[in-house]
């Protein structure tokens, strides 16, 4: 197999990670991947390498999107902490206050925060579903709605390791009326300018990296069911419906265009840390930010949101993810920081 080469930038400081992310490729079968570490809001390290499909044909591109799996949670997390600060969602309000139906089975005093802090105990569903159930939003979650608990809510945490995408999504839905995609879309990742995605537009399909499965398939793991006794919560949790955790269809794109926010973001490294670095900053990276002013008061979600300084307001401040930020020295740094924060225009949480 031909070797891809390593493509991006990296401050001389960080030379080892740069070192390892090269032996990742030469010496530990890494097929393809990228890395994007931002400090104090300045990018110190955007590297991309390998091959991005299956031949190893086509080079990992600075664009390559990939299936995050988990990464969605965290996304899914900073639209609720969204919410939350606009007052339109009471983390310690009941689940049924939005969405009435989640009530049946015993569920109506189930609160936001033991939702979303996995004890709402829904972590799987009993009910043996096709391949591709998971892809149909209004009936995963109204099955969840429908469930009854597999422990009493409250009295334990487990993880919700597939369903806390839908279980969290809908109550997005329920109170913006729009889908986990289009809110992360419109209200956090277009206004920080950030390459995340969940339900992928067409158009971006072909920036998708593949993704090479383990060997062991759904089929083989479901067969434990006769063997591990009790296991059905975490089988269900994990293969139920079979495809669940994107078993034999990560690389379709049925699977890329659907929502299923636990398990399918798309992304890149340098959109992930753009995130991730607006939160550690108070909301704001150069070039975006997001911003509420405390309760939303019946107010349209959106009106809570203010772009950042326009590029190039203050060259000295570099936190533009993905592109290449000149190095900073220590003596530069804090001076760089404080002109960053006078700049940003609100917060995000």
């Given amino acids: 197999m031909s070797q891809a080469g390593v493509g991006g930038s990296c401050d001389p400081?960080?030379?080892?990670?740069?070192?390892?992310?090269?032996?990742?490729f030469r010496e530990r079968g890494e097929l393809g991947a990228a890395v994007c570490v931002a400090l104090d809001g300045i990018v110190v390290a955007d590297l991309w390498g390998g091959w991005a499909d299956l031949h190893d044909r086509q080079p990992w591109k600075q664009d390559t999107l990939v299936n995050v799996f988990s990464v969605?949670?965290?996304l899914l997390a900073v639209c609720l902490a969204n919410l939350a600060g606009r007052g339109l969602l009471d983390a310690d309000g009941l689940v049924i206050r939005y969405w009435?139906?989640?009530?049946?089975?015993?569920?109506?005093d189930v609160t936001a925060r033991q939702l979303l802090s996995h004890?709402?105990?829904l972590p799987a569903v009993r009910q043996q579903l096709p391949a591709g159930s998971g892809l149909d939003w209004p009936f995963m979650t109204s099955l969840l709605a429908a469930e009854e608990p597999w422990w009493r809510p409250g009295a334990g945490h487990g993880y919700h390791v597939n369903t806390f995408g839908y279980l969290a999504g809908e109550l997005i839905r329920r109170i913006t009326g729009t889908?986990?995609?289009?809110?992360?879309?419109?209200?956090?990742?277009?206004?920080?300018?950030?390459?995340?995605?969940i339900g992928l537009a067409a158009a971006d399909q072909a920036r998708v990296a593949e993704f090479r499965w383990p060997d062991r398939a759904?089929?083989?793991?479901?067969?434990?069911?006769?063997?591990?006794?009790?296991?059905?919560?975490?089988?269900?949790?994990?293969?139920?419906?079979?495809?669940?955790?994107?078993?034999?269809?990560?690389?379709?794109?049925?699977?890329?265009?659907?929502?299923?926010p636990s398990a399918n973001a798309h992304a890149t490294a340098a959109g992930v840390a753009r995130i991730y670095t607006a939160l550690a900053l108070g909301g704001a990276v150069a070039?975006?930010?997001?911003?509420?002013?405390?309760?939303?008061g019946g107010r349209d979600p959106r009106a809570g949101l203010r772009r950042g300084p326009r590029a190039g307001a203050a060259d000295q401040v570099r936190a533009r993810l993905p592109a290449h930020a000149p190095r900073a020295s220590d003596r530069q740094r804090p001076s760089l920081l404080r002109a960053l924060r006078r700049r940003r225009v609100g917060r995000l949480l």
């Fill in 13 to 24: 400081r960080f030379a080892l990670l740069r070192s390892e992310f090269e032996t990742n």
């Fill in 72 to 74: 969605g949670k965290g």
């Fill in 100 to 108: 009435p139906e989640f009530g049946a089975a015993g569920k109506d």
């Fill in 119 to 121: 004890q709402a105990g």
């Fill in 179 to 197: 889908s986990v995609g289009e809110f992360l879309r419109r209200e956090v990742a277009g206004p920080l300018g950030a390459d995340v995605h």
């Fill in 218 to 260: 759904a089929d083989q793991v479901a067969t434990q069911r006769e063997v591990v006794p009790g296991s059905e919560m975490a089988l269900n949790a994990y293969f139920n419906p079979p495809d669940f955790s994107g078993v034999g269809v990560v690389n379709t794109a049925a699977w890329r265009s659907a929502q299923v």
């Fill in 287 to 296: 070039g975006g930010a997001c911003r509420h002013r405390g309760s939303a």
